[in-house]
C-alpha cells in the first residue's frame, strides 16, 4: 500500500489554526480562572462589608431599645401611672413621651425608618410613646401582638404574627419595681423590610435574597425569597451568614452564582467571538494567498502537459506580481527556443538516431539469421 502523500494547504490550514488557537484558548482559560477568582473575592468581601454594618447598626439599634425599655421601667412617673387604676390622662402621656424621649438624647437616635412604633399597654389602653400612626394601622397590629403574645417576656427575641408581614416585635413585661408583678406591657415595632435594606447589594447583585432568622431558625423576616425556586440547587448560590452579637437572631445572604460571574462571562464571550472572527479572517486571507499561488503553478503544469503533447506555442501569461515574473520570462524563454530550433537543430539529430537504430537491428537480424543456418546444416549432416 503506498504511503499517503502529506497535504501542504491541509498542513497550513492546520498550522494557521493551532497557531491561533493555542494563544487564544490558554488565554482565555487564564482569564477565566484569574477573574472569575477575583470577582467571587469581590463579592465576598462586598457581602461581608454588608453583614458587618449590619449587625453592628442592628446590634447598636437593640441595645438603645433595651436601655429605653430599662429607663421607662425604672422611671418613677412611669411606675406611679402604670400603678395607678385610673386610666391613663392625655397629659400623662405627654409627659411619657418626653421622659422616654431624654432616653436617647445621649445615646444612639433610633432610625423612625426601622423603629415605627413603640406602646405601653395598660389593661386595655394602648398609649404610644414613640412614633406609631394611626393611618399606618400601626395600633391594630399592635393589638393583635398583644392578645395572640401576651404571655411573651424577652428583649432579646422578636416575635412575629402570621397575619403580619413584613414586622417584628419585641416585647417586655412593665414590672413593678417594688413587687416585680408586670403592670403591662411594652411592645416595640419593627419594619423588617427597612432593616433589612440591601440597596447596596442590589446596585452589583440584583438577585440578592436575605433572610432574617431567629431562635431555633424560625423565619423573621426575608426580602425576594420568591427567587427560590422548587427543590432549589443551592450550589448555584454563594452564601453567607452573620449573628447578632447580643442577640438571637441572624441574617442570611443568598447570591446566585451566575449573577457573580455574570460580568466575566459575557466578556468571555466577546473576547472568543472576537478571536473566532480574526481566525476565519485569517483563514480567508490565507485561501486567498493560496489561490494567487496555486494559479500560475496550474498554468505552468498545464503548460509543460501542451509542450509534452507537441504543442510549443504556449505561453505564460504576463502577471503584476514581481515574484512571478523572472519566472514566467524563463519558461517563455526555454520554449520559444525549443520551438525555434526544432526544425534546423533537431531534425538531424533525430534521423542519425533513427538510422543507428535500424543499423543495429539489421545487423542483429542478419547476425540470428546465420546462426539458424550453420543449425540447420549440422543436424541435415548427421
Same mark, same amino acid.
Given at each position: ?15 494557521? +489554526? ?30 461581608? $462589608? ?16 433595651? /436601655? !429605653? ?11 406611679? $401611672? ?10 400623662? &402621656? ?14 444612639? #437616635?433610633?432610625? @423612625? /425608618? ?13 398609649? @404610644? ?5 394611626? %393611618? ?27 397575619? &403580619? ?21 411594652? =411592645? ?16 452589583? %447583585?440584583?438577585?440578592?435574597?436575605? =433572610? ?20 432549589? *440547587? ?17 441574617? *442570611?445572604? %443568598? ?7 455574570? !460580568? ?10 472576537? +478571536? ?19 494559479? @500560475? ?9 501542451? =509542450?509534452?503533447?507537441? *504543442?510549443?506555442?504556449?505561453? $505564460? ?14 519558461? #517563455? ?14 531534425? @538531424? +539529430? ?9 543499423? +543495429? ?22
Amino acid at each position: 500500500m503506498a504511503k499517503r502523500k502529506i497535504s501542504l494547504i491541509g498542513l497550513v490550514v492546520v498550522m494557521i +489554526c493551532v497557531l491561533v488557537f493555542a494563544p487564544v484558548v490558554t488565554a482565555g482559560i487564564y482569564f477565566i480562572h484569574t477573574v472569575s477568582g477575583q470577582l467571587q473575592h469581590t463579592a465576598s468581601e462586598t457581602v461581608s $462589608m454588608y453583614l458587618n454594618e449590619f449587625t453592628d447598626r442592628t446590634d447598636r439599634m437593640m441595645e438603645t431599645l433595651r /436601655d !429605653g425599655v430599662y429607663y421607662l421601667t425604672s422611671d418613677s412617673a412611669a411606675q406611679q $401611672m402604670m400603678s395607678s387604676s385610673k386610666p391613663l390622662t392625655q397629659i400623662q &402621656i405627654l409627659q411619657l413621651e418626653q421622659n422616654f424621649s431624654r432616653a436617647f438624647s445621649l445615646g444612639d #437616635s433610633l432610625n @423612625p /425608618d426601622v423603629v415605627s412604633a413603640i406602646y405601653l399597654i395598660k389593661n386595655d389602653q394602648y398609649v @404610644p410613646v414613640y412614633g406609631g400612626n394611626y %393611618y399606618l394601622n400601626t395600633s391594630w397590629r399592635v393589638r393583635q401582638m398583644y392578645q395572640t403574645h401576651e404571655d411573651c417576656n424577652s428583649a432579646r427575641t422578636l416575635y412575629t404574627h402570621y397575619a &403580619i408581614i413584613g414586622y417584628a416585635y419585641m416585647i417586655v413585661d412593665f414590672v413593678d419595681l417594688n413587687t416585680m408583678q408586670p403592670l403591662g406591657k411594652i =411592645i416595640v415595632e419593627l419594619n423588617i423590610d427597612k432593616l433589612l435594606s440591601t440597596l447596596s447589594l442590589n446596585q452589583l %447583585y440584583p438577585s440578592t435574597v436575605v =433572610i432574617f432568622s431567629g431562635a431555633q431558625g424560625k423565619r423573621i423576616g426575608s426580602l425576594q425569597t420568591d427567587l427560590f425556586r422548587e427543590n432549589e *440547587d443551592m450550589n448555584k448560590w454563594y452564601h453567607a451568614s452573620s449573628s447578632l452579637r447580643k442577640s438571637r437572631e441572624r441574617v *442570611d445572604i %443568598y447570591i446566585p452564582n451566575a449573577e457573580i460571574l455574570a !460580568g466575566v462571562r459575557q466578556s468571555t464571550r466577546v473576547y472568543f467571538l472576537v +478571536c473566532a472572527a480574526i481566525l476565519i479572517l485569517a483563514l480567508l486571507l490565507a485561501a486567498t494567498c493560496l489561490i494567487l499561488l496555486l494559479r @500560475p503553478l496550474r498554468q505552468m503544469l498545464h503548460t509543460i502537459g501542451s =509542450i509534452g503533447s507537441g *504543442d510549443f506555442s504556449v505561453r $505564460m501569461d504576463e502577471t503584476p506580481y514581481t515574484e512571478k515574473t523572472a519566472t514566467r520570462r524563463t519558461r #517563455s524563454a526555454i520554449w520559444r527556443r525549443i520551438s525555434t530550433t526544432w526544425p534546423t537543430g533537431w531534425t @538531424p +539529430c533525430f534521423r542519425r538516431s533513427i538510422s543507428a537504430v535500424c543499423c +543495429c537491428v539489421t545487423q542483429r537480424f542478419i547476425s540470428w539469421r546465420a546462426r539458424f543456418s550453420r543449425t540447420s546444416s549440422l543436424i541435415f549432416l548427421n
